[in-house]
Structure formats: C-alpha cells, structure tokens
C-alpha cells in the first residue's frame, strides 16, 4: 500500500475484555514497530520485528501484551484481560534498509478501556 | 536509560515569532531525529542530523545537533499557525539503528 495503514482507527473495550489491532506495513519493509502513545507524551517502543521474528520486545509491558507477523508483512498487536491503563493510542510504524533510519507512521488505532 | 528530554512542554506564541524547541540527553546519540504530528495521525518525519555541530535546513525551520552529539535544537522562524503540533525528538536506544525511543515533545501552538 501507499502508507501504513491500521485498523480499527478507534475501539472502545470493556475492561477484562481481549482486542486485536491490526497494522498493514508499507510493502517491502521489512522492519516493523509498535508504539504506544499516552496523552501529552511522546511513542513508547513496544516491540520490534525484523521480518517475521521479534527482534525485541522489551518494550511490552507485561505478558497480557503479544505481538504477531506470521508472514513478515501484516502484524497483528494483542491485548488480553484489557485495564482501564491500556487506554492509550497504538502507532504502528516501518521501515526499510532504503529508507535509513526514518520510521513511517500508520494513523494509530485508539484503544478506550472502560 | 537514555532519555531524551525536550523543553518547553508547550509553547504558544503569536504568528511571526520566532522560537527554538530543545531535546536534550546525558547521552551520546549517534543521530537524532525531529518529527512531527499532528492530532489524530502519527509522527512525521522533518530531519536526522548525523554529525556533531549539523546544522539543516528546512524552508523556516533550522534543526542543529550538538558538537557532543547529546542534544539538539529546533529554531522556527516567523512562525505559521500551520507549524502548530507536536514536535518530538527521537533517537537510536544504545545506538541501534533498530529501536528508536522519543522524547515526550513540544506542543507548539501558533496563535494568528
């Protein structure tokens, strides 16, 4: 595609309820990132894939989060047993060897736990 | 844990101001990163400044990275309501170029 897209742009969950977001990278990145992105702060690294494996995710918060991309291109964030804290917007960015060092960022999905 | 601090957390000024955002770190960045976003859409990409003492160019704004390579500034000149948003700076973790962690940004907002 032309950009990243993610989907949904916006969803609203119940607490203890589990959700998936979906990222749709640029074609031919091969690395791709998720951020989460609290009001009034900067992305906060999540997780990393390198192709189809998680170079690192260090960035997870804890083991209610899970992040798959099966075929290197489309991942998928999970989110299990969701908490009123998970509210936040989740950006999905790749990148490429080409493209250096520049991120190119998806729209965000906004997660609202109530 | 490197950290990217950025100064002022919010700055609003009148239309044809000029203003300088800052990012500052304890430590050594092999490159830094200045993006952009708006609401609703995320960060864009304005800059990397690779060398010590870079100083780059774009149309208004001027991005330049410290001789040390631990902090770097963006100056808007004659400022725009359009140069309203969220400016983040962002850099490499330990200096790999494959996790890349930002500060928590400078909202600008131009007033006409």
């Known amino acids: 595609g032309a950009g990243v897209s993610q989907t949904p742009s916006n969803k609203v969950t119940e607490k203890g309820k589990y959700v998936e977001l979906r990222c749709d990278p640029i074609s031919g990145h091969t690395a791709l990132y998720w951020y989460r992105q609290s009001l009034g702060q900067g992305p906060e690294f999540l997780i990393y894939f390198q192709g189809t494996g998680a170079a690192d995710d260090s960035g997870l918060p804890n083991d209610r989060f899970f992040a798959v991309r099966p075929e290197g291109s489309v991942s998928t964030l999970k989110i299990q047993r969701t908490e009123r804290g998970d509210s936040a917007v989740y950006l999905c960015?790749?990148?490429?060897?080409?493209?250096?060092?520049?991120?190119?960022f998806g729209q965000g999905t906004r997660l609202t736990v109530v | 844990t490197q950290l990217l601090e950025q100064s002022p957390q919010f700055l609003s000024i009148q239309e044809g101001e000029n203003l300088t955002v800052y990012c500052n770190s304890s430590?050594?960045?092999?490159?830094l990163q200045w993006y952009r976003q708006e609401p609703g859409e995320g960060p864009v990409l304005l800059v990397t400044?690779?060398?010590?003492?870079e100083v780059k160019k774009l149309k208004r704004l001027t991005f330049q990275f410290g001789d040390a390579r631990k902090d770097s500034s963006l100056h808007i000149t004659a400022a725009q309501p359009g140069d309203t948003g969220l400016y983040l700076c962002a850099g490499p973790w330990m200096n790999r170029d494959d996790k890349i962690i930002f500060g928590k940004g400078t909202r600008l907002h131009i007033l006409p």
């Open positions: 430590s050594v960045f092999s490159s």
């Open positions: 960015a790749s990148s490429s060897l080409t493209s250096g060092t520049e991120a190119f």
């Open positions: 400044v690779v060398t010590g003492g």
